[in-house]
Every structure is written in C-alpha cells, then in structure tokens.
Nanobody
C-alpha cells in the first residue's frame, strides 16, 4: 500500500495558476504510474492527467491539454500538477492516485488514493 498526500490547493482567480504536489510513501514509488483526478461537487470523479514511472510518457484529458502539466521527481517521491489558465470549471477536489498498471489507474480503479486537495477558481 502506498500512502499519498496532496497539497497545493487553494483559491485563485480566473486565469490564475496553481501547482499541486503529491508525496508518496514507500520504496516502490519509482515503479508506479501516477495520476491526478478531480471531482467537482455533484459530479463524478474524472481523470485529469497521468505519468509513467520514468516521467517520459504523460497522458492528459482533453479538457486540460495545453493548460496542465504533470511531472514527477522520483528522488523526492513526488508528483506534481502544474495548472495554468484556470477557469471556474476547474473547481474541484483534486486527488492523487497510483497503480502499477496504467489502464487500472486511468479507469479510476487504482490501488492508492490521497485524501484530496480543494481547488477553487473564482469568476
């Protein structure tokens, strides 16, 4: 079991930026696919971005392409989500997730989840 702890959420105006961080415990971090999901109030949780173990392959939902960037630092057991050009539709609780299988991670059935961090974008 990997423990995940997100941070970096907050309140920003439309057009602003935030960088979310997710620190993982455990020695197997560098073997894991990592991902970010979000869940807005009254909506289902949705995939935002994912990254492979090396950081060489990244995956994005269409609605964040060109605005969000996922990255990782394996020596710090940390994955990041840089979010730019935020708009009110990006308001949600953002969750970090991990799994050693990308399809499982992408489907939302990943083995480990953080507690989430709130992102609120004001209009």
């Amino acid at each position: 079991q990997v423990l995940l702890l997100e941070s970096g959420g907050g309140l920003v105006p439309t057009g602003g930026s935030l960088r979310l961080s997710c620190v993982a415990s455990g020695r197997t971090f560098h073997y894991l696919y990592m991902g970010w999901f979000r869940q807005a109030s009254g909506k289902e949780r949705e995939f935002v971005a994912g990254i492979d173990w090396s950081g060489g392959k990244t995956f994005y939902a269409d609605f964040v392409k060109g605005r969000f960037t996922i990255s990782r630092e394996n020596d710090k057991n940390t994955v990041y989500l840089q979010m730019n050009s935020l708009n009110p539709e990006d308001t949600a609780v953002y969750y970090c997730a991990s799994d050693n299988n990308f399809s499982t991670l992408r489907s939302g059935a990943g083995g480990s989840w953080g507690q989430g961090t709130q992102v609120t974008v004001s209009s």
